[in-house]
């Protein structure tokens, strides 16, 4: 994770991958499924629901997006609309992005970029892997 030349207010802490986040009456987060990589049966698979949560520390206003990438960066599987989140001074912020029915078609390390104000911030790759392909594992080491 990197800090925005303009923004130097501003730290990405961590992106979680999971199935969903859901806020609790305290005003704490609970996630549900966690991921670093996703294995099917066959593909391509669609997933009715995965939410992206990003930490945030710094302060100021920003505009946050995300969007996934195929293996070979020449397609958009998925963009989320601009949202907008406030971090105080000294304090921090959650930002959640939450995608329905998203399809991957073929194994690989997908990209999952998050934008800020409409520059990339930072990229986590996400493996989708086929599991009655036992020769085609996709590993982190194969990322280039």
């Not at 549900?32 to 294995?39: D, H, R």
């Not at 920003?62 to 020449?74: A, D, G, K, Q």
């Not at 194994?107 to 020769?135: C, F, H, M, R, W």
């Amino acid at each position: 994770m990197r800090e925005e030349p303009n923004n130097p207010n501003l730290r990405l802490h961590y992106t979680i991958i999971c199935e969903d986040v859901r806020l609790e009456v305290n005003h704490k987060l609970s996630l549900m499924g966690i991921f670093y990589g996703i294995q099917v049966p066959q593909l391509p698979v669609t997933l009715l629901k995965m939410a992206i949560l990003n930490h945030w520390s710094g302060e100021g206003q920003f505009l946050s997006e995300v969007r996934i990438l195929t293996p070979n960066r020449t397609q958009t599987i998925a963009v989320s609309h601009p949202s907008p989140f406030e971090i105080p001074p000294d304090g921090y912020a959650d930002n959640v992005t939450i995608f329905a029915n998203i399809s991957f078609p073929t194994p690989g390390n997908y990209v999952v970029q998050t934008l800020i104000n409409s520059n990339l911030y930072a990229e986590q790759t996400l493996i989708v892997s086929d599991a009655s392909q036992k020769d085609q594992i996709v590993t982190s080491e194969t990322i280039q």
